[in-house]
């Protein structure tokens, strides 16, 4: 890829040249585990559930249980960037010191393959949602604990998932020096940590300085100080004009991304999303069937273009893309749900009724509102 998400694999190396004096501190305890069991049994397409398993199984050094549930979790929900990044920080976890060997360059040969795919799962949990929880770090990075530990270390709060904390001290050191003259480390951090806490504007800003930083060096073939490629921090800035509202700079953002890697298939989605929020459904069409030919391993991208379609009232082709999304991913309950809506709207009422009819076979009881919806709409469909 031109331009592959991280920070994420440079990541790892500005860990570990981070001062920490503790020692990591592993998961807390969770859920119980038969509990949790129990619950996956009854729920079994709940990915939510699989997730909480995993990281359970985790808590207890049970790692090969823990990566089947994460798998499971993401074979259910494919936008499950929570799950991917915990797959992909699950190597570092069973080999306590990968993370710095893979610093030092010095990967035993055998580790190899497990850090290129943690590499690929880390930049694709970045992909679906740039701001993606990083408390999973916890469980295998040094940090330390305590509110005099936050206010100078805030890289154990940032890992500790205590954002605000890390922005307030990353912000304390920073203190009334122009941006220009900040480390590109300390722009990354704080950057990540405003936007966790809302702060979209700051956020974009310190994205801002690193993204000018990464073209004058392409054009200088100057190193950065941390090894970032600059389409990261365009994708970065694009999702953070979005989340403030700054609709139209990040539709420009984005097609810059795209215009340096055309497999970026959410900037594809989150166009769409923006488009179809001021119904512009031509447009938002357009995107999420870009996003599906970009992606078409992804069923998730045809459940996005079924519900448009029925959006913009094009029914008869919402139901053939919704049939595709639950051919390709049976599991995933929202599709029948949809997919019964779209043939609700159709006048289909037999189609309708076996597709709601599957739908509660499979939903997980969270979806307590679309549960109710769908037994309220069988029984209009039956009168």
Known sequence: MKGGVATFSALSALIVLLPHAAAAQGLKPSDSIPQLEAAVARDSNDAQLHYRLGIAYWSRKRFDEAGKSLLTAVTIERRFADAYLALAYLPYARRRDLMKEE????????????????????????????LVDLKIMGAFVPVRSGFFAALTDPFSSFVSGNYAMAYFTFSRWAG?????????????????????????????????????????????????PIPVR??????????????????????????????????????????????????????????????????????????????VLREAGRLQE??????????????????????????????????????????????????????????????????
């Open 103 to 130: 610093a030092k360059g010095e990967v035993p040969p055998e580790w190899r393959d497990s850090v290129l795919v943690s590499e690929r799962l880390r930049r694709r949990a970045f992909l679906i949602n740039p």
């Open 176 to 224: 009334d020096k122009p941006r220009d003259s900040l480390p590109s480390g300390l722009l990354w951090y704080r950057g990540l940590s405003a936007g966790h806490v809302a702060l979209y504007d700051t956020a974009a800003t310190d994205f801002q300085v690193l993204l000018d930083r990464g073209l004058k060096a392409e054009q200088g073939d100057t190193l950065s």
């Open 230 to 307: 600059t389409n990261d921090f365009r994708y970065l800035l694009a999702t953070f004009r979005y989340r403030s509202g700054h609709y139209a700079e990040a539709i420009t953002l984005y097609k810059e991304a795209l215009g340096n890697d055309v497999g970026l298939f959410m900037a594809h989605v989150q166009m769409g999303k923006i488009f179809e929020h001021f119904k512009q459904w031509p447009e938002a069409i357009e995107h999420y069937e870009a996003a599906v030919a970009t992606n078409p391993d992804d069923p998730s991208v045809l459940l996005d273009l079924g519900v």
């Open 318 to 383: 919402s139901e053939s893309t919704l049939a595709r999304a639950l051919d390709a991913n049976p599991r995933d309950s929202r599709v029948p749900y949809h997919l019964a809506l779209t043939l609700q709207q159709e006048n289909k009422a037999a189609e309708a009724r076996a597709a709601f009819t599957r739908f509660l076979a499979v939903a997980p009881s969270r979806y307590a509102t679309q549960i109710t919806d769908a037994k309220n709409r069988l029984t209009q469909l039956q009168d």
